[in-house]
């Protein structure tokens, strides 16, 4: 059999069909662009457990040198600015003065019955009555024994005095004796009085006789100045350094109940709040049956640790006596979103490289929530990102 020579033709073909496949398996390499992805639109729940400090506009009413205080509005309900609240005896105070104004009393009495012993006088006996209910009914109160507005009983019991003693020199000859007896039942009246002081609502709101000694700290005025360590602090149960002390006692706090704070301690990086968002839920644990909307006021960070506040105007209720607590906040988020492989830290900055140039233009973003391999995002300038735009993938 006769042996074909091979030629060099047969040596350039080969050639051609080796660079051809070459070509085909490495052209990917050589000629790919750049790895993107798009922008998108998503829908994500998002559900967040966490330790929260309560912060309500209340004003605490205090006065000096109290030994007693009588309260008259009851606990947890509506008072208007000037009502009466409370009755407070100063330290001065003691039960003598009361049993001296009675010993006093029972003296005009057997002196009366003495001067009129033969004289009918029916309504001098109805005055007598008058002002006897109504000095027993100022007892009572004193006592503690019965309750009501303390203040309008003594001017109704001063308006008897008053009225029987106008009738007595009108219709009876003038006593010494008895015009000093009813002169030392009005010393003695005042004497009382003097020693009592009326505390006043300042303002329109709920009335509480419990104090925490947190109400003149954690107040919307001290939003701006509050830190994670004044949280911490309080959490723990520690009172804040500006806390100051006072002689001062505090008689009840006047709380607006549609208009409250919930400043919330969140640790790590997987939830964060973005200010202006009002859409969030919130419920306090051991108060599962109410549920509170709130918006996002503020949030600032430090150190891995996010303290954002959320602005509640639902009526707080049983929280007036909360000041601390795990809550949870739910909320329901449309927006953009990336897959999370696009995402890069600049520098302590989350972005995403927008595929505009060669390389790129970075644009920071706030990572609202990451499921799976998705991440929403909110870029932290308004109209630098969106739905479709290309970003790139550098990892």
């Not at 009914?137 to 019991?157: A, D, P, Y």
């Not at 607590?325 to 739910?330: C, D, E, P, T």
Request: aromatic share 8%; with cysteine; glycine share 6%.
């Amino acid at each position: 059999m006769r042996r074909r020579r091979v030629t060099g033709r047969f040596f350039i073909f080969l050639a051609v069909v080796l660079a051809a496949a070459f070509l085909l398996i490495l052209r990917p390499l050589f000629f790919a662009g750049p790895k993107v992805t798009q922008i998108m639109m998503a829908n994500a729940s998002q559900v967040q457990k966490v330790d929260c400090v309560l912060i309500r506009d209340e004003h605490v009413l205090t006065s000096d040198s109290t030994a007693r205080v009588e309260y008259i509005a009851p606990e947890n309900t509506l008072v208007n600015s000037g009502d009466v609240v409370a009755n407070l005896y100063a330290t001065g105070y003691s039960e003598s003065l009361l049993n001296n104004l009675e010993t006093t009393r029972s003296n005009i009495q057997a002196y009366h019955k003495q001067l009129l012993s033969n004289i009918v006088d029916a309504d001098l006996n109805r005055l007598d009555q008058v002002v006897d209910t109504m000095a027993m009914e100022f007892k009572n109160m004193i006592t503690h024994q019965t309750k009501g507005n303390l203040s309008t009983v003594t001017r109704q019991l001063e308006t008897a005095m008053v009225r029987r003693q106008e009738y007595l020199r009108q219709n009876k000859r003038a006593d010494n004796k008895l015009t000093k007896l009813y002169e030392e039942e009005n010393a003695r009246l005042n004497s009382i009085q003097s020693w009592r002081k009326v505390s006043n609502a300042d303002r329109d709101g709920v009335v509480s006789f419990y104090l925490d000694g947190y109400e003149n700290d954690l107040t919307p005025a001290m939003l701006d100045s509050l830190t994670i360590q004044d949280m911490r602090s309080v959490l723990g149960g520690a009172l804040l350094a500006t806390t100051q002390t006072t002689r001062q006692t505090g008689v009840c706090r006047i709380v607006d109940q549609n208009k409250w704070y919930a400043a919330a301690l969140i640790e790590g990086n997987n939830w964060t709040p973005m200010v202006g968002q009002d859409n969030y839920y919130m419920v306090m644990e051991g108060f599962e049956d109410l549920s509170f909307a709130a918006s996002v006021a503020s949030v600032q960070k430090e150190n891995g640790v996010t303290l954002a506040v959320f602005e509640v105007r639902d009526p707080l209720g049983p929280l007036i006596y909360r000041r601390t607590g795990r809550a949870q906040f739910s909320i329901t988020l449309t927006g953009l979103s990336v897959r999370t492989e696009a995402l890069y830290n600049d520098n302590g900055q989350m972005g995403v490289w927008v595929y505009d140039v060669p390389g790129g233009t970075f644009v920071p973003v706030e990572v609202l929530s990451t499921t799976g391999n998705i991440s929403m995002i909110q870029p932290l300038v308004d109209g630098s990102l969106e739905l479709g735009q290309q970003v790139l993938i550098k990892k």
